[in-house]
T-cell receptor, first 114, second 114 residues
């Protein structure tokens, strides 16, 4: 069964460093998303991406965050200068098309900012 | 008032019991309603999705939506120890730019005991 894959599964970084989280969405899907889950809190929407541009972003997704689809398969989330409060599990998700309510999530990248 | 409210539990039931999980919401714009299952340190896995008010059944799972009361439920019949997980309700409105931004509940932790 096709699945969304994310790498790395764990990332430890120092405050102020840049990190790139990587995702390979399901191959025929056209919409891509990043969500995050701070320990003990809700899963929160960060950004949606379609046709090589951001469709919508939350207020969490400030100038320190960026997304990119550098090739036909990868979808990345970059945090330019990490803060302690960026520590969370980051989930990538994809859906088949714009009217598809079914999102499929990856297993996540646990980001720890020290 | 929070957009989506869900009792975090934990909920502990004996094997074979019927489980009832619930969420309430305040945003009338929500059109799509989903239940995700999340095992520890894993990504959310889509279990059920519904669009209209009423019931939808899939095996041991039944999703129920009451838009007039802004209340959704997930019932699990003949619960098994393998059903032990956190169950997240999620909802979305149709985005003007397409795509599907989900708003999650906090999740209910379920344990099914032998």
């Amino acid at each position: 069964e096709p699945e969304v894959t994310q790498t790395p599964s764990h990332q430890v970084t120092q405050m102020g460093q840049e990190v790139i989280l990587r995702c390979v969405p399901i191959s025929n899907h056209l919409y891509f998303y990043w969500y995050r889950q701070i320990l003990g809190q809700k899963v929160e929407f960060l950004v949606s991406f379609y046709n090589n541009e951001i469709s919508e972003k939350s207020e969490i997704f400030d100038d320190q965050f960026s997304v990119e689809r550098p090739d036909g398969s990868n979808f990345t989330l970059k945090i330019r200068s990490t803060k302690l409060e960026d520590s969370a599990m980051y989930f990538c998700a994809s859906s088949q098309d714009r009217d598809d309510e079914k999102l499929f999530f990856g297993s996540g990248t646990q980001l720890s900012v020290l | 008032q929070k957009e989506v409210e869900q009792d975090p539990g934990p909920l502990s039931v004996p094997e074979g019991a019927i489980v009832s999980l619930n969420c309430t919401y305040s945003n009338s714009a929500f059109q799509y309603f989903m239940w995700y299952r999340q095992y520890s340190r894993k990504g959310p896995e889509l279990l059920m999705y519904t669009y209209s008010s009423g019931n939808k059944e899939d095996g041991r799972f039944t999703a129920q939506v009451d838009k007039s009361s802004k209340y959704i439920s997930l019932f699990i019949r003949d619960s098994q120890p393998s059903d032990s997980a956190t169950y997240l309700c999620a909802m979305s409105a149709i985005l003007t730019g397409g795509g599907n931004k989900l708003t999650f509940g906090t999740g209910t932790q379920l344990k099914v005991e032998l």
